[in-house]
T-cell receptor
Framework: KNEVEQSPQNLTAQEGEFITINCSYS?????LHWLQQHPGGGIVSLFMLSSGKKKHGRLIATINIQEKHSSLHITASHPRDSAVYIC???????????FGTGTLLAVQP | DSGVTQTPKHLITATGQRVTLRCSPRSGDLSVYWYQQSLDQGLQFLIQ???????AKGNILERFSAQQFPDLHSELNLSSLELGDSALYFC????????????????FGPGTRLLVL
């Protein structure tokens, strides 16, 4: 069993839909990261959170430390949101990350 | 643009060869991380340097080595290359690399796509 599990693996949505991607982890962490990887390959950090909720534009990330679970929500989805979304956890004194397998999101117009 | 640069963008080489991947961190960042992304293994942490010193090691093969130079740029050396080493190699940087005890946002470079034939 992977230390970081994401669901779903693939997600197709219509433009304007509300999207939720889930991440569960089994290790102790200091923070959880949500990353976005576009088809060209580049990786962008969206959020780093250790408790509660963060919002940036149409993106919202939440984390429940007790349940070891995080969600990434996208409101009013748009085709430009199409990408792979990757959950990663970090802990200890080194900041190294353990990654989930990613969720491939396709938003159709 | 994250401010992290990686060269080369693409690399095609043959089995048994040796290559060097280069990374320059964001200005002011002291820590550099190397990650490998392959189709079957996903993203995996290889190694981390902080201010010239190795700080953490992950799933890095003995055929691979890295270092961080005084100007803080880093190089990842891959030798005796095998077909299975074909992957995207990412470098990322952060300010202190966990030295402060706090998690930090990591800024990723564009990656080097390595193809071993």
């Amino acid at each position: 069993k992977n230390e970081v599990e994401q669901s779903p693996q693939n997600l197709t949505a219509q433009e304007g839909e509300f999207i939720t991607i889930n991440c569960s982890y089994s290790v102790g962490i200091s923070a959880l990261h949500w990353l976005q990887q576009h088809p060209g390959g580049g990786i962008v950090s969206l959020f780093m959170l250790s408790s509660g909720k963060k919002k940036h534009g149409r993106l919202i990330a939440t984390i429940n430390i007790q349940e070891k679970h995080s969600s990434l929500h996208i409101t009013a989805s748009h085709p430009r949101d199409s990408a792979v979304y990757i959950c990663a956890v970090g802990g200890g004194a080194t900041n190294k990350l353990i990654f989930g397998t990613g969720t491939l999101l396709a938003v159709q117009p | 643009d994250s401010g992290v640069t990686q060269t080369p963008k693409h690399l095609i080489t043959a089995t048994g060869q040796r290559v060097t991947l280069r990374c320059s961190p964001r200005s002011g960042d002291l820590s550099v991380y190397w990650y490998q992304q392959s189709l079957d293994q996903g993203l995996q942490f290889l190694i981390q340097y902080y201010n010239g010193e190795e700080r953490a090691k992950g799933n890095i093969l003995e055929r691979f080595s890295a270092q961080q130079f005084p100007d803080l740029h880093s190089e990842l050396n891959l030798s005796s290359l095998e077909l299975g080493d074909s992957a995207l190699y990412f470098c990322a940087s952060s300010v202190a690399g966990g030295a402060s005890g706090a998690q930090e946002t990591q800024y990723f470079g564009p990656g080097t796509r390595l193809l071993v034939l």
